[in-house]
């Protein structure tokens, strides 16, 4: 399995308050993605790395932020949490290359109350 | 954005054939991929196809694609209890940096 954790595995939050969830990598991967899961949408792209202090929006970015100081870590910030931001996060990684294999983490199951 | 289209349920018994379908509306589509989600776990890459072939076969998994149609299938055959999982189709014109994931399929298999 790709060395790739998440932190919190799961989370239940207020409405309103911040949230932080962490990716960390021992694979050196250059790109570092974050997903969401939710029925009926399959896994949408909320943002991305593709280095240190370099991110881009993916498809659903609004009311998410994202940070990366190091090569190993990339976090997703939910800034004021609301019920429709309860989902699955997962993050991924892909080294560079023509067919890159897309690694997943385990996921963080975030419930916003 | 790109639409990419699964039905959410299949349901076999033991030792049949499974084929999970997928359509795609991008046709500037270069790879297509299918992804395994078992219960609690991330996804895990089962295979892949370039948008030039039409088939490719990995044991007991063979993939075809009509690029014409925009529709790619997965066939498993003898499906066995392990194989329940979700699954997703994804596609992407530049490979796994930039992917777009269908809804995913919920295969069970009964015993």
């Known amino acids: 399995d790709a060395g790739i954790t998440q932190s919190p595995r799961h989370k239940v939050t207020e409405t309103g308050t911040p949230v932080t969830l962490r990716c960390h990598q021992t694979e050196n991967h250059r790109y570092m993605y974050w997903y969401r899961q939710d029925p009926g949408h399959g896994l949408r792209l909320i943002h991305y790395?593709?280095?240190?202090?370099?991110?881009d929006k993916g498809e659903v970015s609004d009311g998410y932020s994202v940070s990366r100081s190091k090569t190993e870590d990339f976090l997703l910030t939910l800034e004021s949490a609301t019920s429709s931001q309860t989902s699955v996060y997962f993050c991924?990684?892909?080294?560079?290359?023509?067919?890159?294999?897309?690694?997943f983490g385990q996921g963080t199951r975030l419930t916003v109350v | 954005g790109e639409d990419v289209e699964q039905s959410l349920f299949l349901s076999v018994r033991e030792g049949d054939s499974s084929v999970i379908n997928c359509t795609y509306t991008d046709s500037s589509s270069t790879y297509l991929y299918w992804y395994k989600q078992e219960p609690g776990a991330g996804l895990q890459l089962l295979t892949y196809i370039f948008s030039n072939m039409d088939m490719k076969q990995d044991q007991r998994l063979t993939v075809l694609l009509n690029k014409k149609d925009k529709h790619l299938s997965l066939r498993i055959a003898d499906t066995q209890t392990g194989d329940s999982a979700i699954y997703f189709c994804a596609e992407s014109e530049t490979g796994a940096n930039n992917l777009f994931f269908g809804t995913g399929t919920r295969l069970t298999v009964i015993p």
């Open positions: 790395s593709y280095g240190v202090k370099d991110t």
């Open positions: 991924a990684i892909t080294g560079t290359g023509e067919i890159t294999e897309a690694f």
